[in-house]
């Protein structure tokens, strides 16, 4: 890249920065933008689909969404489709399958019962289903342990069949096709990958950024998605001090075999932060069924590239004795704290299949040890913030705008979904600030 200062730069390549690189591209008059991503490609981390569970987590069968926060996340996971379909990414990047949120025993039933009643207005094309009718679309879910009879316990799920929706997508192909397109839009526009950022800085009304192989670049504006990353840069700008980082591993099992025929969620303990297990059709493996995730704290900004971030990782956990206190309050809870540890055991060898079919054996009783392997390499990292003055763990996403003119952002699950929200929310907040427009009625007509 022959060209240093830009007028918006974007940090971090993989699905929220691309879409927050296209959309200052798409629908601002801003001149010139650049993309600089650590790695030597797009999306090699968590928008990777070996790092994700390939979802687009739009509050249907999420039981852990309350109404309202799922019409939020409804409105942005519309979008992901619509983009989809201005791209004719059908079975390309954007797919279609079935989908459940299954109810076992008598008051998860009741209560998806009553969770139907309450989510179907906002989701018209959603169903409630009972056993028999489970059976027909997804019969493992309903075969017993024996693998000849059915389950004994009462089951019904909601959610939608295939080709009702769109419910999964590749977001590594997602985030290289966003570039592609921001690239194609008739602006200055410059990508730069091998460009990982470790200092900015700001002058006067000039931002400045250096990387870790001495190129210096520069800035009007600037956002930075770079997950874990995001606080950590921010807190060398001496901003975001507030907020600390526990980085949570998820990690996945991989079925021999299309087990299940398609995204089959369970009921939500509202005591955990963490998502249920769920089982979903893997887009890398044939549709081979992918079970998980587990949630597992590691002291790692990023996860498979050895000990590198664990500098960083003490240096965003920022530990205070507001750290310990948070920490403190988490695990004297017993729910929380005997499942953090539990899923240390799914890590181990020998043992960890064994445990881990016995908690998959909610969603499919027949399950045996021999069914799955441990899907190495996969599973990403979050960052689950904690917000010290609040003193709690911060449930969603986190962006931090202290200095006019850079946002920094930390998007745990649904941060894929919900990239394209995101995305308008900062290039309209980059373009107030440069004094720039965003075209609403372009916006709206392509993604609303």
Do not use: W
Not at 36 to 45: G, I, P, V
Not at 275 to 286: C, K, Q, T, V, Y
Not at 317 to 344: A, E, G, H, P, W
């Amino acid at each position: 890249m022959d060209r240093k200062h830009f007028d918006a730069v974007v940090i971090g390549g993989g699905i929220s920065g691309a879409a927050a690189f296209y959309e200052l591209a798409r629908y601002t008059d801003i001149k010139s933008i650049a993309l600089l991503e650590k790695y030597n490609n797009a999306a090699t981390l968590n928008s990777h689909s070996t790092s994700n569970s390939q979802t687009i987590h739009c509050g249907d069968i999420e039981t852990n969404y309350t109404l309202e926060k799922a019409k939020k996340v409804k409105k942005t996971a519309d979008m992901i489709v619509k983009y989809g379909l201005l791209q004719k990414a059908q079975n390309k990047f954007m797919y279609s399958h079935q989908k459940l949120a299954l109810a076992v025993g008598e008051k998860e039933c009741e209560y998806m019962k009553n969770r139907y009643e309450e989510f179907k207005e906002l989701y018209p094309y959603i169903k409630f289903y009972t056993k028999n009718e489970i059976k027909q679309i997804e019969p493992n879910v309903v075969l017993g342990e024996d693998g000849v009879n059915d389950r004994a316990d009462n089951i019904v799920a909601m959610g939608v069949e295939e080709d009702e929706i769109y419910t999964t997508v590749d977001f590594g192909l997602m985030s290289q096709n966003l570039i592609e397109q921001a690239c194609k839009q008739g602006k200055d526009t410059h990508v730069a990958y091998n460009q990982e950022v470790v200092f900015i800085e700001k002058k006067d009304d000039i931002f400045y950024i250096k990387t870790r192989d001495f190129k210096e670049y520069s800035a009007k504006s600037i956002i930075v998605n770079a997950g874990a990353h995001s606080l950590f840069l921010a807190h060398k700008m001496g901003i975001g001090l507030d907020k600390s980082c526990f980085p949570v591993a998820g990690s996945f099992y991989m079925a021999k075999r299309k087990i299940l025929n398609g995204k089959v969620y369970m009921v939500q303990n509202p005591k955990l932060p963490f998502a249920a297990l769920h089982g979903d059709p893997d887009l890398l493996a044939n549709m081979n069924t992918r079970f998980g995730p587990t949630a597992l704290v590691i002291p790692m900004l990023e996860r498979y590239h050895g000990f590198k971030s664990l500098p960083e990782f003490f240096k965003t956990l920022n530990l205070d004795m507001n750290v310990i206190k948070i920490c403190f309050n988490l695990f004297k809870d017993s729910t929380i704290r005997n499942y953090i540890l539990y899923n240390y055991l799914f890590e181990i060898p020998y043992i960890n299949k064994k445990l881990f079919v016995k908690d998959a054996k909610k969603i499919v009783p027949s399950l045996k040890t021999d069914d799955i392997y441990y899907a190495k390499n996969f599973g990403g990292v979050r960052p689950q913030v904690l917000d010290k003055k609040a003193g709690e763990l911060m449930l969603g996403e986190a962006s931090i705008t202290e200095i006019p003119g850079i946002i920094f952002n930390m998007t745990p699950s649904p941060g894929a979904t919900s990239c394209l929200g995101n995305g308008y929310r900062d290039a309209k907040l980059i373009c107030q600030y440069l004094g720039a427009n965003f075209n609403e009625d372009l916006f709206t007509s392509e993604l609303l």
